[in-house]
């Protein structure tokens, strides 16, 4: 068996809508490595969907239950994580994560996001009468994390199994093996 302990992990950081949790289960698979989404394990910590998480405690108490996840997550090794789209705005959150892990930063123009969220999931962020002027201001707050990625990839016109190649490419130019290091 390999042993894993010291293999960085990666993390994949961006807007919502930018794909990182469909990618990030190829990545997994591709490279034979468990995968986390860091708002699946909220929803299972607190034992709620992250709509009501947000309508019954506001989100601020999401994002501490967001912030002892991302914890938990980074002290681990050698794993996939698509993180949820706010994480990132938390300097702690980075430094723990950037300990850690390879930091793949995804993209995509506000119209794809918008319609990619409109297919999938409900986001109360965007609960709004225009979602997509929401989008376009989140993207500009938020743009001083996202900038952070070792890698970036924008997502807009691409599938995922052709974003997954793209970054195992980019990890392998990157010194990461096959997603490894
Ligand atoms: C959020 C993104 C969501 C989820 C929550 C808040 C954000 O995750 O964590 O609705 O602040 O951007 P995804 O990026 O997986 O949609």
Known sequence: ????????????????????????????????????????????????KIPEIFARYREIRFRSEEKLVVHKLAALSGIVLATGGGAALDPDNMAALRRSGVLITLRAAPEVILERVSRKGDR??????????????????????????????????????????????????????????
């Open 1 to 48: 068996m390999r042993d894993i302990r010291g293999l960085k992990n990666i993390v994949l950081m961006g807007m919502m809508g930018t794909g990182k949790t469909t990618v990030g289960k190829r990545l997994a698979q591709r490279l034979g490595r468990e995968f986390f989404d860091s708002d699946q394990e909220i929803e299972s910590a607190v034992g709620m």
């Open 124 to 181: 109360p962020l965007l609960r709004k009468a225009n979602p997509l002027a929401e989008i376009q201001i989140l993207l500009e707050q938020r743009e001083f994390a996202y900038r952070q990625g070792d890698i970036e990839v924008d997502t807009s016109e691409l599938t995922p199994d052709e974003v997954a190649d793209l970054i195992i490419e980019r990890l392998k130019e990157k010194g990461y093996g096959k997603g490894q290091g």
